[in-house]
Every structure is written in structure tokens, then in C-alpha cells.
């Protein structure tokens, strides 16, 4: 198993919480721990924005060669572009 991808999301709406998320198979696996808890949460669901924070992850991941493809279009299959670049394309 690879080392986990983990970030701090200050925008958490109880505070601060640690964000880390692995990938096993064909499976994503998103686990969270609120500032002052003890143990980890693996039942909450990541939000849009937890998607778009991992997304741009993996992109500088692979930029340096430390993923697979796999994980990538995991990643962007579930993750949807931000509505401004809808907008731009001239997609509603």
C-alpha cells in the first residue's frame, strides 16, 4: 500500500480537520479527523470541495511520476468540473 494523501481543510464547517484518503482497488477510501478527536471518521462523505482539493493532488502527483492513471480517472470521473469553467465553455 502506497503512503496516504492527506491535507489539512480549514473550510470544515465544525473547525479545522485532517482530510486523508488512500486508494485500494477500484476503491476510494476517504477518512477524516476533526480537530480535537481522537480517532479517525470513515463514514463521513467527502464534500465537492474535498474532491476538487484531492483532484488537484493527484495532478501534482503526476506531474512527478508518483501515481498510477488509474487513480487519476477515479478521481476525475467523480469529480465534476467547477461550474466557472462551464461557463466558459459555453456548457450551461
Known sequence: MRRPI????????????EVRVTF???TIKWQFLPE???EWEYTTAPTEENWRQLEQK?????QRGHICKTEMGMVARRCPPPDDQYKKNGRK
Open 24 to 26: 485500494h482497488g477500484n
Open 6 to 17: 492527506g491535507w489539512i481543510d480549514n473550510d470544515f464547517e465544525g473547525g479545522r480537520r
Open 58 to 62: 493527484l495532478k501534482d502527483l503526476w
Open 36 to 38: 480535537g478527536a481522537e
